[in-house]
T-cell receptor, first 114, second 113 residues
Framework: DAEITQSPRHKITETGRQVTLACHQT?????MFWYRQDLGHGLRLIHYSYGVHDTNKGEVSDGYSVSRSNTEDLPLTLESAASSQTSVYFCASSESGQGAGELFFGEGSRLTVL | AQSVTQPDIHITVSEGASLELRCNYS??????LFWYVQSPGQGLQLLLKYFSGDTLVQGIKGFEAEFKRSQSSFNLRKPSVHWSDAAEYFC???????????FGTGTRLKVLA
C-alpha cells in the first residue's frame, strides 16, 4: 500500500542546532506540503512543492527551508532551531488535478527545542 | 481574507447522542470543503469532501456534512456518536485554482460512556 512516512517521530534538540525532518511518500504525488500544528492555531502551512525542483513559502516559512530533488521526498530543514519551533510537524501529499484534493498525511514528527 | 472558523474548541457528548460540529468559512472563489479527523498521536484522515453538486455529502464512519452557501457553513453531523469518535476534527477550505488548504483551528470531541 502507498504511504507517507516521516522521520524521526520524536526529536529533542538544542537552540541553534540545524535539524532536518524527513518525509517520504510512495503515492507518486506531485504535491507535497509541510504543516506545523500548535494548540489554538490548527495546522499552518510552512512550505509546499508542486513538483521536482519546485518549492514555495507558506504562511509560517521563516526559519525553515525545503528542497525537492525527486518526487518521493521533501525534507524540512530548520536552519537554526529556536524554542518557538517546538511543535508537531506534519508532511502531506496530494495529487495534481482540478484543484485542492484529498491530502494524505504522515503520522507527524514531534520536535522539542530546548 | 480567506479563513475557516470552528467556533467550538471542545465539545462533549454522551455515547449514542447526536453530534454537530460547526464550520464557517470565508473564501473568495468557489470553495472546496473538507472535514478531517485526527486521532491522538496520528496524522489527519479525510472524513468527507464537497466540491460541487448535492449539498449533503456522506463520508466515512457514518458522518455527513451539509454545505450551505448562504450561510458560508459546512457543518459536520453524526446521528449517534460512538466512543471511538473521540478525536479532533478539522474543517478546511481550498479551491479549484490552488492545491493549498486553509485549516480551521479544530474541535476536540470527548465522548462520555
Amino acid at each position: 500500500d502507498a504511504e507517507i512516512t516521516q522521520s524521526p517521530r520524536h526529536k529533542i534538540t538544542e537552540t541553534g542546532r540545524q535539524v532536518t525532518l524527513a518525509c517520504h511518500q510512495t503515492w507518486n504525488h506531485n504535491n507535497m506540503f509541510w504543516y506545523r500544528q500548535d494548540l489554538g492555531h490548527g495546522l499552518r502551512l510552512i512550505h509546499y512543492s508542486y513538483g521536482v525542483h519546485d518549492t514555495n513559502k507558506g504562511e509560517v516559512s521563516d526559519g525553515y527551508s525545503v528542497s525537492r530533488s525527486n518526487t518521493e521526498d521533501l525534507p524540512l530543514t530548520l536552519e537554526s532551531a529556536a524554542s518557538s519551533q517546538t511543535s508537531v510537524y506534519f508532511c502531506a501529499s496530494s495529487e495534481s488535478g482540478q484543484g485542492a484534493g484529498e491530502l494524505f498525511f504522515g503520522e507527524g514528527s514531534r520536535l522539542t527545542v530546548l | 481574507a480567506q479563513s475557516v472558523t470552528q467556533p467550538d474548541i471542545h465539545i462533549t457528548v454522551s455515547e449514542g447522542a447526536s453530534l454537530e460540529l460547526r464550520c464557517n468559512y470565508s473564501y473568495g472563489a468557489t470553495p472546496y470543503l473538507f472535514w478531517y479527523v485526527q486521532s491522538p498521536g496520528q496524522g489527519l484522515q479525510l472524513l468527507l469532501k464537497y466540491f460541487s453538486g448535492d449539498t449533503l455529502v456522506q463520508g466515512i464512519k457514518g458522518f455527513e456534512a451539509e454545505f450551505k452557501r448562504s450561510q458560508s457553513s459546512f457543518n459536520l453531523r453524526k446521528p449517534s456518536v460512538h466512543w471511538s469518535d473521540a478525536a479532533e476534527y478539522f474543517c478546511a477550505v481550498g479551491g479549484s485554482g490552488t492545491y493549498k488548504y486553509i485549516f480551521g483551528t479544530g474541535t476536540r470531541l470527548k465522548v462520555l460512556a
